[in-house]
């Protein structure tokens, strides 16, 4: 029997002085879009200004800083030209990061599941990550030739350290707790680490793929620095040599805007893929009143 003045509440209701905020709308997801991107959209606009004050004021020589207007130009003329470099670059930059994503994967798997390995294998890669990259490329030059290997061997060797780091620190960030529980429950190790490790390490994986991405760029960059006949690398050395400032500047944007774009690749997958993180989910929280 219910008293008088009470109300019996809704099993899907929320508690009392809790607002449950429904998903956003399509103008309120474009207006969020509108309000992460006017902000880095104003600040390139606020250098394209400067660089177009400083030339039009002839503070600099033209052959040492060219005006926008004239790399634009050049860029709209050799567009075939660019394109054709820029896709080797993003070719070997791609293939690079797929094979550093894979191997970085499985060496955090295994290190994170064998304390050995990880004492053992951990050191060398620390020692491998501060040998510079530019150093050692010539060696790959002349193991594997001028084609397109010593180039993807360099995106891998930069891009593999982040992605393995980040994925280590993911698999162990994972609550012991949740572990015990689903080993009493039954669990094997291999449903464990699907249901639970593997999971819980995507937000740090996605951390380290953010970062891995862009290196990318810059180790097959630096590998056509050493030994190409095409790719980005192989344009900014040539222009350089040319004293052809507007092309060097041409190069080094397509290489910049390559790299923005794989990382926009990669952030809208972590958006996709961990819709549930808590980062992911500003827009659904409840509020109190």
């Known amino acids: 029997m219910v008293s008088q003045g009470t109300t019996t509440a809704s099993p899907d209701a929320p508690p009392t002085g809790v607002a449950e905020r429904s998903g956003p709308t399509p103008g309120e997801r474009a207006r969020d879009a509108l309000e992460r991107s006017w902000r880095p959209v104003g600040l390139l606009i606020a250098c394209l200004a400067a660089w177009w004050a400083v030339t039009a004021a002839e503070l600099v020589e033209p052959y040492l800083v060219p005006s926008p207007g004239t ?16 896709w080797v670059t993003t070719y070997e ?41 530019i150093a050692i490329a010539p060696l790959f030059v002349v193991w594997l030739g001028f084609g397109i290997a010593p180039k993807i061997v360099v995106a891998v060797l930069i891009a593999f350290f982040p992605v393995v780091i980040s994925m280590v620190t993911g698999l162990k960030a994972v609550d012991p707790e949740m572990v015990q529980l689903s080993s009493t429950m039954g669990a094997g190790p291999w449903q464990t680490f699907v249901k639970i490790r593997f999971p819980a390490s995507l937000p740090y994986l996605f951390s380290g793929l953010k970062v891995a991405v862009t290196l990318a760029v810059t180790g097959a960059v630096v590998g056509e620095f050493v030994g190409a006949n095409e790719g980005l690398g192989y344009v900014i050395l040539q222009a350089n040599g040319n004293l052809d400032t507007p092309m060097l500047f041409a190069g080094l944007l397509v290489m910049s805007l390559i790299g923005v774009v794989l990382f926009v690749l990669v952030e809208l997958a972590e958006q996709f893929l961990l819709p549930w993180h808590a980062s992911r989910r500003g827009d659904a929280v409840t509020t109190t009143y």
Do not use: N, R
Request: no cysteine; aromatic share 12%.
């Open 93 to 133: 930059t791609l293939l690079g990061f797929a094979i550093a994503v894979i191997v970085g994967i499985a060496a955090a798997v295994v290190m994170v599941y064998s304390t050995t390995i990880e004492k053992t294998l951990y050191p060398v890669l620390l020692f491998a990550q501060v040998i510079p990259k």
């Open 71 to 86: 790399t634009l130009s050049l860029m709209a003329d050799k567009w075939s030209y660019i394109w054709h470099h820029s």
